[in-house]
């Protein structure tokens, strides 16, 4: 037997883990204990640089894992993200380029019509930027929005639906531009990537603004109530007078849009339009949805569980970047984190699911 | 006669209280087929799902061949022997016909973890062979007619070598000739001494084929013989044979003369045909039916989930094309599935949720971007609760999965009040409940025709629907064979209509 003050010691320690265990901000307090953790043996982690390289590349992250929520609320997947923000930036970079190596580009389907070795023919015009801008936002929309009717009217899995997808505007992006990268952007557009308002840079700003919208749209509209309903059962909501097919298709087009967002962003940081933009995202926006703890199973999802998985997730890719390891060790150590972030989401449900019995 | 081979003695059952089955005794001798039959609640169920270790009785006991009988597991059921023909078959669609008879006990190539196709094949050609069915062992179940499908289970009990083979409705989904062809194999099985328990609501079949009959009535036998002694009329009175308890509501209103709902020659091949009805303002319309008249399908389509090929539907005068639920909730009518688990209820959302989830549009901004009301919304959600006396926690907190089934059905009645409906159309509403809350359900019911409503009851109890309805519309085979007012409800005149078309040989 214990002493007496063993057990009861023992319990409160117990009725503290599973609190923050079940708590909303679990993922929060994990990711500080985590940077506290490294600070000790890696002070450069603290460092401004490296917070400005953590803080740019979160935002981004955000905007995608934002538009993957949508469609994961709906028990769905949009594996497609990645190349609707390739297509989106090789579209863009399209309309704003300022000049183009005819050597390289001579062989792109477009050249002679859109392209010629003055960029676009909106090249140095005021309107390059906004309307470059417009037809990103507007093409990664459409794509969404196929891949929802393919979802939603036709009935096919979103998995495939969007697997598919992926392929086709990957490939799509290749052959636009024969596979090389479209610089020379002006400069009111890539300072959206480096620029700021003050010291605040502009894709935080553009993802804060994205964030609090899909935060008022998911809590306080009927669409969000009803993209919650759809994702617990799409029977119970049909009957219910949902017009579920609508909802998906939104939740798909908005997927594409965020993605469009990401790809406006990273665009501009990266200062061209690029084929294979995105190209090894996929795994890091699920897993940091996953990580936040919205569901695959569909039905959960907050925009601060969104935000919490992906401070996680950068925190970890950057520290992984900076340790100095195998090739391999990053992904296999990424693959490992997500794996365990799925079995506590499961573990937490039950746990949940109890104390609500009792 | 025939010595017993199995014997019920004195089993009871209760669930939360209420005796599902009350000290049920009697025997199937073998080589005979007994006749079980009974209305729906009747315990029928329960008393196969005891002899098939699936339940355990609270008492009594069952004697298998004179020794004591008392699974506890379904496997222990298959040891002994004894076999179950469901009305939904179990069968794997996408394997073939040899598969799925030895899906769990695959002959082997000696000792080895291999299958032997050859012998798996020979030995199901000889089954199929035995009940004349000309197959080929590999065809693929996917392939098969409803019929054929039965004999296939039918060919999987009998190699498992079982003596005493139950069938529940099997006949449901067969056609005239493909029941015959079944009849005459269960009598072939007869001959060769197998003994069986046949439950079905067809009584003329019953009566057909039985060598002796027991009626179930509140779970308990009221009536057990010979089945040459039976007639269907003796059937009926001894299944129903019982007062309507005095356990429903006085009603506070009279129906009124406006219609509210109209459905002109309703067809859908195969499923409904030519269904005509108005339902009034402020009048409970009960449909009553067996199950697979199309009660269930009617309601579907009139609420749009379904579609039809011809007629028309009326809604408080206006024709309506009823596409799809929202419309017709646009349209002031509201649906109680008879599913909530599966379609009344999202299990993983809050009671909030749940209550507040048809009338979401009433409580936003008109225009985009449609911003909830939530104070309002709570409010009135609070409102239902507290009326209906759902017995929940926190309604923001607490998950409908965690709610009792009565509360469960009253969050589900519960949303549709919320959209204040001018028609209700309420398939089983107190199916799986327990007495107190289906009085509550009852009560519910009568609020509403007080505050005009009219109610479309689809229920396969009886009792229910004489105790509520001003009239009852009864449905057999996707046609309606009878219409009662209230001055003319008899439980036996309600079961021949139900049974119309069901009686004799077809």
Same mark, same amino acid.
């Given at each position: 037997m214990d002493s007496s003050g063993g057990p009861g010691a023992r319990t409160v320690i117990r009725r503290l883990l599973r609190r923050t265990v079940l708590s909303e901000n679990f993922v929060l307090y994990l990711s500080l204990v985590f940077f506290i953790g490294l600070y000790v043996f890696m002070p450069y982690i603290a460092s401004e640089r490296n917070l400005a390289n953590i803080s740019s590349n979160m935002w981004p992250l955000l905007a995608l894992v934002l538009g993957q929520m949508f469609v994961l609320i709906l028990g769905g997947i949009d594996l497609s993200q990645t190349s609707i923000m390739a297509l989106t930036s090789v579209i863009g970079a399209m309309f704003m380029t300022t000049q183009l190596d005819p050597d390289l580009f001579t062989k792109s389907p477009l050249w002679g019509l859109l392209l010629s070795a003055d960029g676009s023919p909106l090249s140095g015009t005021l309107l390059a930027v906004p309307l470059g801008i417009a037809a990103m936002l507007l093409v990664g929309t459409l794509v969404g929005l196929l891949n929802g009717v393919a979802v939603a009217k036709f009935r096919m899995p979103a998995f495939m639906v969007t697997l598919v997808s992926m392929m086709f505007f990957s490939g799509l992006a290749i052959y636009l531009t024969k596979s090389e990268n479209i610089m020379y952007l002006p400069e009111g557009y890539t300072r959206i990537g480096s620029g700021g308002l003050g010291p605040v840079p502009w894709s935080f700003l553009v993802v804060l603004a994205l964030a609090v919208a899909t935060h008022i749209l998911l809590r306080h509209t009927v669409l969000g109530q009803w993209f919650f309903a759809v994702g617990r059962s799409v029977r119970t909501s049909v009957v219910s007078g949902v017009p579920t097919e609508r909802v998906i298709v939104i939740g798909y087009a908005l997927s594409g849009f965020c993605a469009a967002v990401a790809s406006v962003l990273y665009s501009a940081r990266l200062e061209g339009g690029r084929?294979?933009?995105?190209?090894?995202l996929l795994l890091d926006v699920i897993g940091a949805a996953v990580i936040g703890g919205i569901s695959l199973f569909g039905g959960k999802g907050k925009v601060l569980w969104a935000l919490f998985g992906v401070l996680f997730f950068v925190l970890l890719s950057n520290a992984l970047s900076m340790l100095i390891l195998p090739f391999y060790a990053e992904p296999v150590v990424k693959g490992m984190v997500i794996l365990l972030a799925a079995l506590l989401d499961v573990t937490r449900t039950r746990l949940l699911a109890r104390e609500v019995a009792l | 006669m025939a010595d017993s081979i199995l014997q019920f003695e004195g089993v009871s059952k209760s669930f939360f209280g209420v005796r599902a089955l009350d000290d049920v005794s009697f025997s199937l001798p073998g080589g005979h087929l007994l006749g079980l039959i009974g209305e729906n609640g009747a315990g029928k169920t329960t008393l196969m799902n005891i002899l098939g270790g699936v339940l355990t009785a609270d008492s009594g006991t069952m004697t298998l061949r004179a020794g004591k009988y008392a699974p506890r597991r379904p496997a222990d059921a298959t040891e002994a022997g004894i076999t179950f023909i469901h009305q939904e078959l179990n069968l794997f669609t996408n394997l073939s016909i040899a598969d799925n008879i030895f899906i769990d006990r695959f002959p082997r190539l000696? +000792?080895? %973890?291999?299958?032997d196709r050859r012998q798996t094949r020979r030995q199901t050609a000889k089954l199929l062979e035995s009940l004349s069915l000309?197959? *080929? %062992?590999?065809? &693929?179940? !996917? +392939? &098969? *007619?409803p019929g054929e499908r039965q004999l296939v289970e039918i060919a999987k009990a009998l190699s498992t070598g079982a003596g005493i083979i139950l069938f529940d409705e099997p006949t449901t989904s067969l056609t005239a000739a493909e029941t015959q062809r079944l009849f005459d194999i269960i009598r072939r099985l007869r001959e060769q001494g197998k003994s069986m328990i046949y439950i079905s609501h067809n009584l003329g079949n019953v009566l057909e084929l039985a060598d002796d009959i027991v009626v179930l009535r509140d779970g308990r036998v009221v009536d057990a013989g010979p *089945? +040459? !002694?039976?007639t269907i009329d003796r059937m009926i009175s001894r299944m129903v044979g019982r007062a309507v308890d005095q356990v429903f509501p006085t009603r506070r209103s009279r129906p009124s003369e406006d219609i509210v709902l109209e459905v002109k020659a309703l067809s859908q091949a195969g499923i409904v045909r030519d269904i005509n009805l108005v339902l009034h303002k402020a009048e409970v319309l009960g449909v009553f039916g067996l199950m697979g008249s199309g009660r269930t399908e009617l309601a579907r389509m009139l609420f749009g989930l379904e579609p039809f090929e011809q007629g028309r539907i009326r809604v408080n005068g206006a024709p309506c094309d009823c596409i799809s639920p929202t419309d017709s909730i646009r349209r002031g009518m509201a649906f109680v599935t008879e599913n909530r688990r599966e379609e009344g209820l999202l299990m993983d959302a809050t009671v909030l949720d749940n209550v507040g989830l048809v009338s979401l549009p009433a409580f936003a901004s008109p225009r985009f971007p449609r911003l909830l009301r939530h104070r309002q919304l709570g409010g009135a959600v609070a409102r239902i609760v507290e009326s209906m006396r759902i017995k929940s926690g926190p309604v923001a907190r607490t998950l409908a999965r965690n709610l009792s089934g009565g509360n469960q059905q009253k969050v589900v009645i519960g949303k549709w009040l919320m959209s204040r409906p001018a028609i209700l159309i309420m398939d089983e509403p107190t199916r799986g409940i327990d007495v107190g809350a289906k009085y509550e359900v009852y009560g519910i019911v009568n609020d509403l025709t007080a505050r005009g409503a009219g109610i479309l009851l689809i229920s396969s109890e009886l009792e229910e629907l004489m105790g509520l309805c001003d009239r009852i519309l009864v449905m057999s085979k996707g046609e309606i064979t009878g219409d009662f007012d209230r001055a003319r409800f008899a439980q036996e005149s309600i079961l021949h209509a139900a049974f119309e078309g069901h009686q004799g040989r077809r």
């Open positions: 084929p294979t933009l995105g190209q090894n | 000696g +000792r080895s %973890p291999f299958i000309s197959l *080929a %062992p590999q065809t &693929l179940v !996917d +392939r &098969l *007619a *089945a +040459r !002694d039976f």
